[in-house]
């Protein structure tokens, strides 16, 4: 069989990027990615393709080019699953906020509608792919639900977890490391997969393209997330040592990553990773080992996400310790929102828990960031509900322009690696700043040999002799 009609149900961070991509490769493929969320579809539609609701360098022109050729957007969700031969599922699958498993668990509860509407609407066989992470085994609920309440209707379920970065999103998806397909080892399972592989073998080299059985993919991507993760709360509770020893952790990256067992990537040191996965990701496999009272796994796991957050709240406790104690009233300029460079996505960002803790102590923030919407900003710390948003308007300003952003600050810090902040007049910066002037680097970005002899008092992740 081929693949002719796509339906891939949530166009987020990953619906939105992958199809855009697919469409381009696949001139000959029907795509549609349909959303609940109204604006969103309107904003994927929007003739200005700066204002798409995904920010990642290169996608604008790949949707200027497939967009009304074969890529189409739209909310009619129903009439899109009846059109198409497979439907992937990219909805989000936030940590559970309720109930068992509340703060750990994955929430099904939209991968589940989006079953109970495939098998409410389907008339003919379909292939139904996971591109949403899921935790192990949910193939098997999922198809439960469409076996018994289709219409008769033949489905494969695929696992296909998407690997790609945010930030980077369009080179991964051209230049994947590998394509992962799980599917039933039966014969009808092994045409599914193949149709898959197919699709994807259009622009990817077949060897990178591996197919397994379903539960190795779904639990291959947890897995991925879980060891990505690990290394950046290794390195960061390295940082810490680094800090205390005069080691430079910079000089320890560069050292153990020429170890070909090690590898030189994923090794820079930070405030803390974000994003709405590594977290979220880990908790759920946690939660997955201790279902199987695996208690040892979960408690391993469970530490990288501890290190994560002690990483955050060192790094506030650090600006608080070095302004001699408070910060109460005092101007702290951010620069950055995002959760890294090159993406307007924000959830679980590292800037959110610094600028929370902050706010506990009555600093007054001001956040600059190139790409993020002051609307977002506030919505981030409503979701905290750490105390009335009317006080969080009132503590926290969001300002276009950097240089006003950081004008009379006590404080700057960086949460985000922007490439625009290291080409920024660092002098004209000091001389509109309350003396002395603070830079607390949580992304070791900036030349601080050079900032040092502007006059600045810099702190920088993972450097010894900071000044703390
Ligand atoms: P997202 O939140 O950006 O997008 C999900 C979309 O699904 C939303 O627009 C939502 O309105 C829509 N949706 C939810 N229920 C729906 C329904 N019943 N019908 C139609 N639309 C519905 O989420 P994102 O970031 O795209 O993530 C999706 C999945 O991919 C998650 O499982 C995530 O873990 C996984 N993933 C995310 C990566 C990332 O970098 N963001 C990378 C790899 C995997």
């Not at 980077?168 to 039933?184: F, N, S, W, Y």
């Not at 430079?248 to 974000?274: C, H, Q, T, W, Y």
């Amino acid at each position: 069989m081929k693949i002719k009609s796509i339906c891939c149900i949530g166009a987020g961070y990953v619906g939105g990027p992958t199809m855009a991509v697919i469409a381009q490769k696949c001139p000959n493929v029907k795509v549609t990615v349909v959303d609940i969320n109204e604006a969103r579809i309107a904003a994927w539609n929007n003739e200005d393709l700066s204002k798409l609701p995904v920010y990642e360098p290169g996608l604008d022109a790949i949707v200027k080019d497939a967009r009304g050729r074969n890529l189409f957007f739209s909310t009619n969700v129903d009439a899109a699953i009846d059109e198409a031969d497979t439907i992937f599922i990219s909805v989000n699958t936030p940590t559970k906020t309720y109930g068992k498993g509340k703060g750990m668990a994955a929430d099904l509860k939209y991968i589940e509608l989006c079953a109970r509407q495939i098998a409410r609407v389907a008339k003919e066989d379909k292939i139904v792919v996971e591109k949403s992470t899921l935790p192990v085994r949910t193939a098997s609920a999922i198809k439960s639900i469409l076996d018994n309440t289709g219409n008769g209707v033949q489905f494969q379920i695929l696992s296909n977890p998407e690997f790609l970065a945010e930030g980077t999103a369009i080179e991964d998806l051209l230049k994947p490391d590998r394509v992962l397909i799980g599917g039933e080892m039966t014969a009808e399972g092994e045409k599914a997969m193949q149709a898959l592989v197919d699709l994807y073998a259009s622009w990817v080299n077949r060897d990178h393209i591996l197919t397994t059985n379903v539960w190795s993919s779904e639990l291959s991507k947890l897995t991925a997330n879980a060891f990505l993760a690990q290394r950046v709360s290794s390195i960061n509770a390295m940082s810490e040592i680094c800090e205390k020893t005069g080691a430079n952790v910079a000089e320890v990256s560069k050292a153990i990553g020429m170890d070909s067992r090690i590898g030189p990537k994923f090794l820079s040191s930070s405030v803390g990773f974000g994003g709405s996965c590594f977290q979220k990701d880990i908790l759920n496999l946690v939660y997955i080992a201790k279902s199987y009272g695996l208690d040892e796994v979960a408690n391993y796991w469970e530490q990288v996400v501890l290190m994560n957050n002690h990483q955050k709240n060192r790094f506030s406790d650090n600006i608080i310790n070095t302004l001699y104690n408070t910060v109460s009233g005092k101007k702290i300029t951010f620069l950055g929102w995002a959760f890294k460079k090159d993406t307007n996505d924000t959830r679980e960002s590292a800037a959110i828990t610094v600028a929370d803790n902050l706010l506990n102590e009555h600093a007054k923030i001001t956040v600059y960031d190139p790409k993020v919407s002051e609307e977002q900003i506030f919505s981030d710390l409503e979701y905290l509900n750490s105390r009335d948003p009317k006080q969080n308007r009132a503590l926290l300003k969001v300002e276009k322009d950097p240089y006003l952003a950081m004008k009379d600050a006590h404080a700057i810090a960086i949460l985000t690696e922007w490439d625009e902040f290291k080409a920024y007049n660092w002098q004209k910066i000091y001389d509109h700043m309350l003396k002395p002037a603070f830079i607390f680097d949580g992304r070791r970005l900036l030349d601080h040999e050079m900032l040092k002899s502007i006059g600045f008092e810099c702190y920088e992740i993972g450097t010894g002799n900071a000044s703390q």
